[in-house]
């Protein structure tokens, strides 16, 4: 059971949270996202990560948004 279509169809779970962490850096490709979402609706256990990852990034994202408001 070694079919790489299905390989690449559906990542595993360290390839999505590598992707996941790469996603804080710079965007994911269309079709990036596309695989990680696929997981994420068969993978708790990541959909977890993802929402958390997902935090933290709206974080970060918030205090650069205050430090770029500063005068
Ligand atoms: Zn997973």
Redesign the pocket.
Known sequence: MTDPEHHRLFP???E??QLTMQALDRPLGPVQRLRVRA??L??????N?AAQMRLLRGAMRRLGQDDADLP
Do not use: K, M
Request: aromatic residues 8%; hydrophobic residues 35%.
């Open positions: 595993n779970c360290r999505v949270h997981h994420l068969i993978c708790d256990a990541c959909t990560f």
